[in-house]
């Protein structure tokens, strides 16, 4: 039997060891300046010009000798000669011999075309660039392992350096392995998956400074495998294997690395990224991260964003912190370090952090994510309320012009989030996926600016109100009418399965997908099945939950439920087909302040404007008939 590595080394001791053992011996390339921004020094650049290599003139005026001006004042102005006691001069004009001092043409009275008159003494050197100012010939300019900037390469230039010596950009090669693999394409087969990370991992690298070198994919087949990193070790001075670094029966490149070198470390007290493999093979570090996205970009960021810093020899820069408060629980383990992809939001004076799916898989949460938590080992996490740190992935000033939308998922929050970019492209709107329930309780505490909503209340036959008048207490906050929209039962393309009513959900065979708890559109499906005498525990999939109505058209698309209860653009976006069942007003709740506020006043414009009603209703199944009109309104 193989022997199965799989170790819990700290992060922070993984990446020392690996850092400590890595020797490169960059090469050296003369490039022009100009084409110079952003790559590293090989050396210290000296002058080989002075800038300005002469005596130049500061200002548009006149050169004088500076003691022919002495005694000049209001009372007794002094008078100049052309050619004799003055010259005229512009700004980066040579000063003429015998002259010292620059008088600005504003202070000159011109008194014949030969005679000028001033009025205040100049002292010498006024307004004299000298020889050397700038730059001196001989002067370090830039120093060894220096990152150019725009700046920098100004300076170069004026001090004579044509050409820089800067270090080669290290080759980073690229190896996705995995038998199911496929390029980018837009048909994709049963058990085909696209492989993309070869190309996260190029940008990543790109903007660190590396040069990627994509070798293509790799079957999972342990010689193929092999074959691929000697051939990398011989063109890269880093290699990085992708998938297959767990301890499964086809997870090969721990052993690949052991055979052809030496393994460092095998798994690191991380969630996500644990199954990482770094090791050296032929002096030449590679690493092997793991398949799923989150945990590969995440480890990619842990040890090649150092080494591409450590062959430059600078240091990594880092990220912008701020203090959060968080919006809801989150829970840790002992003996890991855990890395929280969150949404920020500036609300009421506070930074607030929500966190996003946990899954190592879930790509999306790396595109969404706002910053990151780190929770180091031994922490067992935050309770709601709590203040952490927060590392950020967008500046402070963007985070704090988002407007943060949660509760129920509606495809006219989108809309509504494309006429806010189009209309102040400063602005964004972030939204998540908590259901009408956590979106009102969101609110209430302060965590949202706005919620989605949409509860049937069954004793009343009226919409959200009646739930406010429970749940909102000691909250300013303006419920606005959104829009109508059509909830029905989602179903495959001509509903081979001739779905209805709630009674056909209950048939031998048919598996339902549900919406999560807190949803109203669960509570529609509750409040049908009460209304027609069925009980949950007759739908097989009763407890299976999605977050929004288009990951249950997803279901069904995909085959894994025969019918869901969601709205018409769900279905028509995944071209399903749709049966009727009721529409329901969904309403959006804003805390008072966020309604009274600037961008509160943008968002409400946009809901009331003629753009808004013409891209939604174009969705199909909506109506925007009342959209923009105040529902409720509690004050304090």
């Not at 300046?33 to 006149?62: C, W």
């Not at 000028?116 to 060894?144: C, F, K, N, S, T």
Request: hydrophobic share 40%; charged share 20%; with cysteine.
């Amino acid at each position: 039997m193989r022997k199965i590595y799989l170790e819990d080394t700290p992060l922070s001791e993984a990446q020392a060891a690996l850092l400590q053992r890595v020797r490169f011996q960059p090469k050296t390339e003369r490039i022009p300046t100009q084409s110079a921004l952003s790559r590293v020094t090989a050396e210290a650049i000296f002058a080989k010009v002075s800038m300005p290599n002469y005596h130049a003139a500061a200002m548009d005026g006149i050169a004088v000798k500076a003691e022919k001006t002495h005694g000049a004042d209001e009372q007794h102005p002094v008078r100049l000669k052309l050619g004799e006691d003055y010259a005229i001069v512009d700004t980066g004009d040579p000063i003429p011999a015998g002259f010292d001092a620059v008088i600005m043409i504003e202070h000159v009275h011109q008194v014949d075309e030969q005679t000028v008159e001033i009025m205040e003494a100049v002292p010498p050197w006024q307004h004299i660039r000298a020889i050397g100012e700038d730059v001196v010939a001989g002067d370090m300019i830039i120093p060894l392992h220096h990152k150019l900037r725009a700046v920098d390469l100004g300076a170069l230039l004026a001090g004579g350096i044509v050409t820089v010596p800067v270090l080669c950009k290290p080759k980073v090669a690229i190896i996705p392995t995995g038998t199911e693999l496929i390029a980018p394409s837009e048909t994709v087969a049963e058990g085909e998956i696209i492989e993309f990370n070869g190309t996260v991992f190029s940008a990543y690298l790109q903007e660190w400074g590396a040069e990627p070198i994509y070798r293509g994919i790799v079957q999972d087949d342990y010689e193929l495998i092999k074959r691929a990193v000697q051939s990398a070790v011989e063109e890269a001075d880093i290699v990085i294997l992708n998938a297959g670094s767990s301890a499964g029966t086809e997870d090969y490149t721990v052993h690949v690395v052991a055979e052809l070198g030496e393994v460092i470390t095998h798994g690191v007290a991380t969630r996500p990224g644990k199954p990482v493999v770094v090791g050296m093979v032929e002096d030449k570090p590679v690493i092997g991260l793991p398949g799923y996205p989150v945990s590969a970009y995440l480890a990619l960021e842990w040890f090649a964003r150092p080494l591409v810093h450590h062959y430059y020899g600078i240091s990594e820069p880092e990220r912008t912190k701020i203090s959060a408060k968080i919006g809801r629980r989150i829970v840790s383990v002992m003996g890991a370090e855990d890395f929280i992809r969150v949404k920020l939001g500036f609300i009421d004076g506070q930074f607030i952090a929500n966190p996003l799916t946990r899954s190592a898989g879930v790509t999306m949460s790396m595109v969404q994510a706002d910053g990151l938590l780190r929770i180091p080992p031994g922490h067992l996490g935050y309770e709601q309320g709590e203040t952490a740190e927060i590392e950020l992935y967008r500046s402070v000033e963007q985070i704090r012009q988002t407007v943060v939308v949660t509760g129920s998922h509606d495809l006219s929050i989108d809309v509504l989030n494309a006429l806010l970019r189009a209309n102040n492209p400063k602005q964004n709107l972030t939204s998540s996926h908590v259901g009408s329930m956590g979106g009102i309780l969101a609110v209430q505490k302060g965590e949202a600016h706005a919620a989605g909503i949409h509860l049937f209340d069954e004793e009343t036959g009226t919409y959200n109100i009646p739930f406010l008048d429970t749940y909102i207490k000691e909250k300013a906050v303006v419920l606005l009418q959104l829009v109508y929209r059509q909830q029905g039962w989602i179903v495959p393309k001509g509903n081979p399965n001739s779905i209805r009513t709630v009674e056909d959900l209950t048939r031998k065979g048919i598996t339902y997908m549900n919406r999560q708890r807190g949803a109203g559109t669960r509570l529609l499906l509750d409040y049908l099945l009460k209304q027609a005498g069925v009980k949950r525990e007759q739908l097989y999939g009763y407890s299976r939950e999605a977050i929004s109505h288009l990951s249950v058209a997803a279901a069904v698309a995909g085959g894994t439920a025969d019918v869901g209860l969601g709205i018409y653009s769900a279905a028509k976006a995944l071209g399903l087909d749709f049966v009727p069942v009721a529409e329901e007003r969904y309403d959006l709740l804003l805390s008072q302040s966020f309604y009274q506020s600037e961008e509160g006043e943008q968002l409400v414009s946009l809901i009331r404007s003629r753009e808004f009603a013409h891209q939604v209703e174009s969705l199909g199944g909506y109506s925007c008939r009342d959209s923009g009109t105040i529902l409720y309104e509690r004050v304090f």
